[in-house]
């Protein structure tokens, strides 16, 4: 080998600056790219199904009260659902119903594990602490649709009625569910019809309206048309869920 061979080889063998950089650069993307992709998968809802338009989560929850009225329902993999649902959740429809005995919003509407984010409370009203689950529900869970679901023969507000008349208030802490519901059974005494029924309705109204303009979150959601709420009633005697207009 020749001197100037000799002399060259280290700079021949040795990797430029330039060439360095392109590897670490290269590397670097590639290792980006792994953890963007690791993200991405992290992040994929556990049940795709369930992310759907408000009017198209509404539609689903209807096509399922109508299979549970027809003594239809579908066989649910629960077994698989829980699998499925160990990372996370994302449920298509949040539900505020009524605590009472005889309804059960996921037989309802026919819904498997992980599709309905409900919360119950005697009356289905809005307090402080639903207003803040449907909250998260929306922000957190990008649940496009609310429904608030009264019932025919509400107990909750019947009390309320009959506390009313009776200028009495009942024991315990049922007071304050009178306080909750108060405001809808005044606003139903001027309509003609019967008393409870127009009571009930009045309160599902009342809800709706209070979740539709609750700041900072939901008004924002349903301004922006990610979001809808809506209310209805669930009829006893044959388990239909009724819309309100």
Do not use: W
Request: charged residues 20%; neutral net charge.
């Amino acid at each position: 080998m020749c001197e100037n061979c000799s002399s060259n080889l280290p700079h021949l063998l040795s990797p430029s600056r330039r060439s360095l950089m392109l590897f670490a650069a290269s590397a670097v993307g590639v290792l980006l790219g792994d953890r963007i992709a690791d993200a991405k998968e992290a992040k994929a809802p556990p049940k795709p199904d369930n992310v759907l338009s408000p009017d198209a989560s509404l539609k689903r929850l209807m096509e399922g009260n109508a299979r549970y009225v027809q003594g239809a329902s579908r066989c649910h993999g629960f077994k698989h659902e829980r699998e499925v649902l160990i990372g996370g959740q994302n449920p298509h429809a949040a539900i505020l119903s009524c605590a009472d005995s005889r309804i059960a919003p996921e037989f309802a509407f026919d819904s498997g594990l992980g599709d309905l984010f409900v919360c119950r409370v005697a009356g289905n009203f809005a307090n402080d602490d639903t207003v803040a689950s449907m909250e998260y529900a929306a922000a957190v869970l990008n649940t496009p649709l609310i429904l608030v679901l009264g019932h025919d023969r509400c107990g909750a507000v019947d009390a309320t009625i009959q506390s009313m008349k009776d200028d009495k208030p009942p024991p315990g802490h049922i007071p304050s569910l009178i306080a909750a519901l108060a405001p809808a059974v005044k606003a139903s005494l001027q309509q003609s019809g019967d008393a409870l029924a127009n009571a009930i309705r009045q309160n599902v109204v009342d809800n709706v309206n209070k979740l539709k303009s609750a700041t900072p979150i939901l008004n924002a959601a349903v301004e922006q048309n990610k979001l809808k709420v809506v209310g209805a009633l669930y009829r006893l005697d044959t388990g239909s869920v009724e819309l309100l207009s």
